[in-house]
C-alpha cells in the first residue's frame, strides 16, 4: 500500500467513524463534530492504529483540531483528503500530482527534502552527493510555485542525484516534466505537462 492509500484509509476511517457517532445521537453541531475527530485522532495516534507515514498527515489535522476548534472544518479536510487519494491520479491538482510523485518516490527509497534558504544557496548551501538518489527542493520556491487551489503559477526548480534519468519518467507518469537548466548539473525545471500551459 502507498503512502497517499495509506493517507485516503486514514481519513475514511475517521469518516466512518464521524458517521457511525452521528448515528448514535452523540454529535449534534460542527462544534461537536470538531471535538470528536479531534479526540479520535489523538486516540488513534496515542494507540498507533495506523502505519507510522501517516503520522505527519494525523498531527497536522489534530493540530488544526486542537489551534482553530471549529474553524478548522476538519471534516471537510478528511473528506478532500480521501476524495484526493481515492481519485484518479490525471484529475488532481499540479501540486497534489507533485506530492504523489515525491511520495512514490520515498516509497523507490529515494532521498527527498525540504531545504531552507540558508541550505539551498550561498556559501553554507548543502552539499549534494551525486551518487545518493536524491530529490531536493526549496522551501520558498514551493510556497510560491502554487495558487490556493494547488495550481502552478510560478516557476519551480528542483535539484535531483543519482539516477536522475529513471526519477524523471516517475515525475512524467504523474504529468510533470523536468527541464536541465544551464548553471548546475544537478538543477531542473518542473513544469507541469499541461497541452500550451506555460509558467513563468
Known sequence: MTTTEKVGNLAWCALVALALA??????????????????????????????RDVNPDMEWLLKQGRLLGVNAK???????????????????????????ALETAKDMF????????????????????????????????????????GQQVNRLIVRMTGNVAGVEKLFESCGWQAAPE??????????????DKTVG
Open 22 to 51: 452521528k448515528k448514535d445521537g452523540g454529535i449534534q453541531s460542527p462544534a461537536q463534530e470538531n471535538i470528536f475527530l479531534t479526540r479520535w485522532l489523538a486516540c488513534a495516534m496515542k494507540q498507533r492504529r495506523f502505519p
Open 110 to 149: 529515494w532521498s527527498y527534502r525540504l531545504l531552507n534558504d540558508r541550505e539551498w544557496s550561498g556559501r553554507y548551501a548543502n552539499a549534494m552527493n551525486v551518487n545518493v538518489n536524491g530529490i531536493y527542493l526549496s522551501r520558498t520556491n514551493l510556497d510560491t510555485a502554487f495558487d490556493d487551489d
Open 74 to 100: 476538519l471534516t471537510s479536510k478528511l473528506n478532500y483528503l480521501w476524495s484526493s487519494c481515492t481519485s484518479k491520479l490525471s484529475e488532481q491538482s499540479d501540486l497534489f500530482r507533485l506530492t504523489y
Open 182 to 195: 544551464n548553471e548546475h548539473d544537478d538543477q531542473y525545471t518542473l513544469t507541469v505537462m499541461q497541452g
